[in-house]
């Protein structure tokens, strides 16, 4: 599989040129499959720019997905981790229960989980470790090198309390957002679709109607 990199300035055409390739090559090769990979919240316009660069104002074998959409079709194709996707509130409703759960373990942030902000600012804690893949060991190492600092010490250890936790209830039930990409990682090897595939992967789409020439 090759690899090519489109760069250059804000504003330099990189986008357009990326586009009319795509769409050009997706008409020379009506049987095989071209996804346009972008953020989330520029799927639909991403969409719509496409569709009206194309000569015929239609796209048939060209797909706008983000990265956690290819996760789900390719998820979808060859099976694998079928665990339900957790979002935002339910990761705040199981961290209160975990809370309540393992109160008496929790030698400082048990009285301040209950001031507004607390619970988000913990959850965000949480998400990151799961994000950077950091381990309880990791978190034990952070623990020993603030033995000088007790606060700090003290917060680690109800942290790492509720990692253990928060991660343990979540195993073989419900995947994070977080998870998605690992998740991804390991089914695409076997995803007969994206082996035949073309990706581009445009980090910052276009965001107004623009005139290609």
């Given at each position: 599989?090759?690899?090519?990199?489109?760069?250059?300035?804000?504003?330099?055409?990189?986008?357009?040129?990326?586009?009319?390739n795509i769409i050009e090559q997706a008409g020379l090769h009506p049987d095989r499959l071209y996804y346009v990979i972008v953020p989330e919240q520029f799927t639909m316009q991403t969409q719509?720019?496409?569709?009206?660069m194309s000569p015929g104002k239609g796209i048939l074998n060209i797909d706008i997905l983000s990265f956690e959409r290819l996760a789900y079709r390719v998820l979808e194709e060859v099976g694998g981790d079928s665990r339900a996707l957790l979002e935002e509130t339910g990761k705040s409703m199981v961290l209160q229960k975990m809370v309540q759960q393992h109160g008496?373990?929790?030698?400082?942030?048990?009285?301040?989980?209950?001031?507004?902000?607390?619970?988000?600012e913990v959850k965000s804690i949480l998400s990151e470790f799961m994000q950077y893949d950091i381990k309880d060991s990791d978190i034990e190492e952070m623990i020993e090198d603030s033995a000088d600092r007790t606060l700090l010490q003290m917060k680690l250890?109800?942290?790492?309390?509720?990692?253990?936790?928060?991660?343990?209830y979540l195993k073989n039930h419900y995947m994070t957002g977080e998870e998605v990409m690992d998740a991804l990682e390991k089914a695409l090897p076997f995803s007969e679709k994206m082996k035949n595939s073309v990706l581009l992967l445009d980090a910052i789409p276009v965001l107004r109607r623009f005139r290609c020439g």
């Open positions: 599989m090759s690899l090519q990199f489109i760069i250059g300035s804000s504003g330099s055409g990189k986008s357009c040129y990326a586009y009319q719509k720019t496409l569709v009206e008496k373990d929790l030698s400082y942030l048990g009285g301040q989980m209950r001031k507004a902000g607390y619970l988000d250890k109800d942290v790492s309390v509720l990692y253990q936790a928060f991660t343990g």
